[in-house]
């Protein structure tokens, strides 16, 4: 689920909160294809900015796809931040 705090996050970021959503769809189909979607809170930034690239490739996921789903984590990771 997209929340008002993560469309707020991206928006601060100008980032279109309409992104979140294919965002999150392509995060939650695309991983489990393969494996259970982790939470996205139980990686730091860094480690998804290792992560994301290997998993985009390996889902065959277009750049804009990744970007998508890039801007879906750095709104989950925002929020959670204090």
Do not use: F
Not at 8 to 16: E, K, L
Not at 25 to 44: D, F, K, M
């Amino acid at each position: 689920m997209v929340t008002a705090g993560m469309s707020s996050a991206a928006a601060a970021n100008g980032v279109d909160p309409a992104v979140l959503g294919r965002g999150r769809a392509l995060y939650v189909g695309s991983c489990a294809r393969c494996h259970v979607p982790v939470e996205v809170t139980s990686r730091t930034r860094q480690q998804w900015d290792e992560i994301l690239p290997r998993m985009a490739d390996k889902a065959g996921l277009e750049p804009v796809e990744e970007e998508e789903v890039a801007a879906y984590i750095d709104a989950v990771i925002d929020v959670a931040e204090p």
